[in-house]
């Protein structure tokens, strides 16, 4: 059985300070004692996200090249606890938010637990979550949210962690999640959906950036479905099928004009993901980074580590 002495809760940010300590606040306050938070500083130009991390007590380490997914496989390589759990830097923890995470880990056949991401608007007109455990490499793309999912470490390291040309700061700006679900589900592991336990989303982007955003999306998306049409044909076909099909049924249906134009964007970035990952070089499950992002070095930008 696990207890607060195996968990880390690993969080990455760039460039976001007041958001950051206002995470980390409602993370140290929420969060049970013996468990360890680490910052991963992803690329910042300035030295404020060491400084955010330094008044909360809480560990860091930078890397100065850009990417969520490159912050995160330095999370899982910079900590030693069995099981790391994720969130973003816009996210506000609520009290139990990890509570039912190490419970599921008691199950050796359990590769990763996911939570429930609700937006701060929304949150009184929620709908009872409930627990469902998920198997088959398809059932990844709804398998949950970067914002809180958790893995066994050693685990996401035999699988080569996340993807780096995936996710937020790249081209392909998503997907890099479900990208992981996908393989954690390839490798015979279950990961159990808990949406009785959540985190709340504070940080609402505008009309423009919502576009883009989603755009960045379906470009994550559309490559994550051209490497496993590579892999495995049957399934990448399958899942470009699901992504393409959802997009252009909410393109159509979402609830209101600024929905419906995201998802447009969401629909093109899918079709363009799809097309352009196909020049990209894979190794194994993982795309090839031939266009590394270059680094930002900054003074003062040291790694430390939170003390036990």
Known sequence: MYGPADLVVVVCSRDRAPMLREALRSINAATPAGVEVLVVDSGSRTDETRRVAREASVGYVR??????????????????????????????????????????????????????????????????????RLTGVLRGVDAGHGAFMSFRRELMLGLGGFDEVL??????????????????LAAGYTIVSDTTVTVHHIFTREDGDHVALYRG????????????????????????????????????????????????????GIQQGIAAAARVPRRGA????????????????WSTRKQP
């Open 167 to 184: 996710g937020a700061g790249r081209r392909f700006a998503g997907a890099e999640d479900l990208d992981a679900f996908c393989r954690v």
């Open 63 to 132: 890397t100065d090249v850009p990417g969520l997914s490159i912050a995160r496989n330095l999370g899982l390589a910079s900590v030693d606890r069995p099981i790391v759990l994720f969130t973003d830097d816009d996210c506000v923890a609520v009290p139990g938010w990890v509570d039912g995470v190490l419970t599921h880990f008691a199950d050796p056949r359990v590769g990763a637990v996911t939570g429930r991401m609700l937006d701060h608007t929304l949150i009184a007109g929620a709908a009872a979550g409930d627990v469902e």
């Open 286 to 301: 993982l795309f090839v980074d031939v266009e590394r992002p270059e680094p930002i070095l900054i003074e003062g930008a």
């Open 217 to 268: 999306y379906g470009l994550g998306a559309g490559a994550m479905a051209d490497k496993w049409i590579r892999m495995r044909p049957l399934i990448g076909i399958a899942m470009a099928g699901l992504l393409i099909g959802r997009a252009a049924l909410a393109a159509l249906r979402g609830p209101n004009p600024r929905e419906r134009a995201a998802r447009r964007a969401l629909l093109k």
